[in-house]
């Protein structure tokens, strides 16, 4: 993979880290506004009870937003350790070059497209 190629993933990626860091940061905060209200009381019993269905589902929702920023922040980190290792771009299945089609669309992308298909097949 060409140095500009590079340089320009290696950018897109920088930027989905800060924005995946800061996705991550404003659930946090929210869910511990959330907590604080829950424990001092805020709520009457009348409002907790009309809305347990809807802050259940609410809180349910944001867990899982949670666990998806996490999962692919991880997948962001792992990649800019590639970059730095200089085995960004190569499967880390096969070792072959991943298309750089790809790697534009998914920048944090490990495996290349035969070795995606067989993970999923095995799935």
């Not at 409002?47 to 809180?59: C, I, M, P, V, Y």
């Not at 970059?83 to 490990?110: F, H, N, W």
């Amino acid at each position: 993979m060409d140095g500009k190629r590079l340089s320009l993933l290696k950018e897109k990626l920088i930027n989905e880290k800060s924005r995946l860091e800061e996705e991550l940061k404003e659930i946090e905060e929210g869910n511990l506004s959330q907590n604080q209200s829950e424990t001092t009381g805020e709520n009457s019993f009348e409002d907790n009870f009309a809305d347990s269905g809807t802050a259940t589902f609410e809180r349910e929702k944001d867990l899982s937003l949670e666990r998806n920023i996490k999962d692919l922040l991880s997948r962001v980190n792992s990649a800019l350790e590639r970059v730095e290792k200089e085995t960004y771009g190569k499967c880390v299945m096969c070792s072959q070059g991943i298309d750089p089609a790809r790697l534009k669309a998914l920048p944090y992308a490990d495996l290349c497209i035969e070795c995606k298909k067989k993970e999923e097949k095995n799935w």
